[in-house]
């Protein structure tokens, strides 16, 4: 009898063991489907929204083209010395995604686009990129869209200042994916309805932290590592992302300046 009762002592450690295996795999089965949806049908999503609403912005603008900014036009650049430094804001893939803010930004010669609203096309040649540009860099009202976020009190486009945005880098569209890729010369041109502006990459800042406030200032120039950055008032764009790929720890940022 006591033979017995060990094999039925073993048959149920086993069919414990079983149902554990199972029970694992199903868990194991749920993460990958999870990330599947994250990583895959998320960004499939947030690039074909992203696409529509750049065809949306361009079949508003279709009797008014574009037309290269020309130095000296009326509304291309503003007057006055920019100034001022940022705040930072909550960290995250969100906001620099993540990162700072600027609390100072160069006189302004149109008023802000509304919040959250694409009102421009970003494009970048060498990265075959065509992604919208809206107000503000919100996660759920813009980022998660596929969209890429301007930052709030960075200049307008075109404007003396610093035309400051953030893009995800994975997931949902991640537009910013590739900007690593980015070289001096490369050109990154902000098409707003009637206007076109050029602007040409003139550094890359491969790593900083995300409370780095000055890579996002009216005069771009990184306060964690002073080697980058500028040191004269001009009319800048700057590209902020999370950096390494899939995680928010630091961030990589590119600089660029309006073509003349």
């Not at 803010?101 to 009102?119: E, F, I, L, M, N």
């Not at 709030?152 to 690593?180: D, V, W």
């Amino acid at each position: 009898m006591q033979g017995g009762g060990r094999r039925v002592s073993r048959s149920g450690l086993a069919r414990v063991l079983w149902v554990g295996a199972e029970a694992i795999t199903t868990v194991g089965v749920l993460v990958a489907l999870l990330v599947v949806h994250q990583v895959w049908w998320t960004n499939r999503q947030a690039v074909a929204a992203a696409q529509e609403q750049v065809q949306a912005l361009e079949g508003e603008w279709g009797d008014s083209p574009p037309v290269p900014f020309v130095p000296g036009d009326e509304g291309a650049s503003s007057s006055g010395d920019p100034s001022g430094s940022g705040e930072p804001s909550g960290s995250g893939e969100g906001t620099a995604a993540g990162g700072p803010t600027p609390s100072g930004r160069a006189s302004a010669v149109r008023p802000s686009p509304a919040q959250d609203r694409a009102y421009a096309v970003l494009r970048v040649p060498r990265l075959g990129l065509a992604v919208p540009v809206a107000q503000g860099v919100d996660k759920r009202a813009v980022l998660d869209k596929g969209y890429v976020g301007q930052y709030p009190g960075s200049a307008q486009p075109g404007e003396r200042g610093n035309f400051a945005l953030a893009g995800h880098r994975n997931t949902h569209g991640e537009p910013f994916r590739y900007i690593n890729r980015l070289k001096a010369g490369d050109e990154l041109i902000v098409d707003v309805r009637g206007r076109r502006y050029t602007y040409v990459v003139g550094q890359v800042l491969g790593e900083t932290t995300e409370r780095d406030t000055g890579v996002i200032a009216p005069v771009p120039r990184s306060i964690v590592r002073p080697g980058y950055g500028y040191s004269e008032p001009g009319a800048y764009i700057t590209l902020t992302t999370c950096t390494p790929e899939y995680t928010s720890k630091y961030r990589l940022v590119v600089w660029g300046t309006l073509k003349r």
